[in-house]
T-cell receptor, first 113, second 112 residues
Framework: EADIYQTPRYLVIGTGKKITLECSQT?????MYWYQQDPGMELHLIHY???????EKGDLSSESTVSRIRTEHFPLTLESARPSHTSQYLC????????????FGPGTRLTVL | QKEVEQNSGPLSVPEGAIASLNCTYS??????FFWYRQYSGKSPELIMS????GDKEDGRFTAQLNKASQYVSLLIRDSQPSDSATYLC????????????FGAGTRLAVHP
């Protein structure tokens, strides 16, 4: 089981603000992911990383950006938040073995006014 | 056609009954299959993983995989009210990198 942390858990912010959602894991997993999920809807992959200095865009287009400077840390940034960014953001990690299992953090619920 | 399909429910079962949740997927080369449980407002929690045809049991949960029919299911025996949640089926995307495709989930309601 992975220990994966996200902060803040809840964020209410005004339009136009720059925000960074933090995600950290302590298991040394090389792969990390960001998903976006609206209430009652599917999870959509927006970013993933295979390791340090490796990031890729996911299946759902997103205006957010990510970085992976350290193995354990995978922050997501929105340069200028808009109401359309209101959603739950979930971070996950996995290790490169055959099991492929992804473990999720508790999520950040973002509301942009 | 969605890549991973689930009946959205709600699936309502009485306490103590067997709940049967189903999932179909479109890509024949998918190799790994997962069931996650998600309570309202919470993040997904892994319940079961299955990689080969047949059944895999873990406590009250049994996952069943049929790759020829592109079908995976989850059985929950002796259902409890605490099992009431949305169950997400996830399938690995071809091409590696551990990327998953999630279904929209089936909402299960276990009533006393």
């Amino acid at each position: 089981e992975a220990d994966i942390y996200q902060t803040p858990r809840y964020l209410v912010i005004g339009t136009g603000k720059k925000i960074t959602l933090e995600c950290s894991q302590t298991m040394g997993h090389d792969k990390m992911y960001w998903y976006q999920q609206d209430p009652g809807m599917e999870l959509h992959l927006i970013h993933y990383s295979y390791g340090v200095n490796s990031t890729e865009k996911g299946d759902l287009s997103s205006e957010s950006t990510v970085s992976r400077i350290r193995t354990e840390h995978f922050p997501l940034t929105l340069e200028s938040a808009r109401p359309s960014h209101t959603s739950q953001y979930l971070c996950a990690s996995s290790v490169s073995v055959s099991t492929d299992t992804q473990y999720f953090g508790p999520g950040t619920r973002l509301t942009v006014l | 056609q969605k890549e991973v399909e689930q009946n959205s429910g709600p699936l309502s079962v009485p306490e103590g009954a067997i709940a049967s949740l189903n999932c179909t997927y479109s890509d024949r080369v998918s190799q790994s299959f997962f069931w996650y449980r998600q309570y309202s407002g919470k993040s997904p929690e892994l319940i079961m993983s299955i990689y080969s045809n047949g059944d895999k049991e873990d406590g009250r949960f049994t996952a069943q995989l049929n790759k020829a029919s592109q079908y995976v299911s989850l059985l929950i025996r002796d259902s409890q009210p605490s099992d009431s949640a949305t169950y997400l089926c996830a399938v690995t995307q071809p091409g590696g990198y551990n990327k998953l495709i999630f279904g929209a989930g089936t909402r299960l309601a276990v009533h006393p």
